[in-house]
């Protein structure tokens, strides 16, 4: 079975082609031939999963899993949530993103965060969707070198280095994508087994 990941990111390709069953082959959107921009369009991080998910099936008719992440705030109502790739601007850039955190929670008392992943699955022509959310809070200034995007800015709840300090094992363990992918693989992994 051949089963396309929304990216093009070969690194997160191989990652997870070496969790699945054996049967399932993943694509990239490479493999396929899809070299546009994606509308990333809804006004949720769910809603973005299954843009992507759904553009990808409907025009290339392929079964296709993809994610979207967002990190949520509490004492900034939430944001950037699914504005978390352009929060400084549409040039993306994550050095920007992470000083307007920052700025924006400078001397806020409340430093609760979540990082939130949302995968929308299309498969046989039904959605699925998958969550898995990390705790945790925000700290007053960057911390660490490893991870990338507002990774130095959040401290995991119950740990005491940022997301910028642990390893990527350790990270990939507790985070919210790696959770999210948990439930994705158990799932493709039942089906295997019942088709079996
Ligand atoms: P995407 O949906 O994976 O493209 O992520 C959206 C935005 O959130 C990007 O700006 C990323 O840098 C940021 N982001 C996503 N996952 C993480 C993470 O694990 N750590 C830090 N930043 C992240």
Redesign the pocket.
């Known amino acids: 079975m051949k089963l396309v990941f929304a990216t093009h990111n070969q690194h997160k390709l191989k990652e997870i082609q070496a969790l699945l069953p054996k049967n399932i082959q993943l694509l990239s959107l490479t493999d396929i031939g899809c070299e546009e921009d994606i509308p990333?369009t809804a006004p949720t991080?769910e809603g973005?999963a299954i843009l992507k998910a759904k553009y990808v099936a409907e025009r290339y008719g392929y079964d296709v899993f993809a994610?979207?992440?967002?990190?949520e705030v509490d004492a900034l109502n939430g944001a950037?949530g699914v504005f978390?790739?352009?929060?400084a601007g549409q040039q993306?850039s994550?050095t920007d993103?992470l000083a307007l955190l920052l700025s924006n929670m400078k001397g806020v008392q409340n430093r609760k965060a979540q990082?939130r992943?949302v995968i929308a699955l299309s498969l046989d022509g039904a959605l699925h969707t998958f969550e898995g959310i990390?705790r945790g809070s925000i700290t007053e200034a960057p911390i660490g070198g490893n991870?990338?995007?507002?990774?130095p800015a959040?401290l995991p709840e119950g740990y005491t280095q940022t997301?910028a300090q642990i390893s990527a094992d350790e990270?990939n363990r507790i985070?919210?994508?790696g959770k999210t992918f948990e439930q994705l693989l158990r799932f493709l992994k039942e089906r295997a087994r019942n088709a079996s």
């Open positions: 990333e991080i973005n994610d979207d992440t967002g990190l950037p978390s790739a352009r929060y993306k994550d993103n990082f992943t990390a991870g990338f995007g507002y990774d959040f997301f990270k985070s919210h994508r």
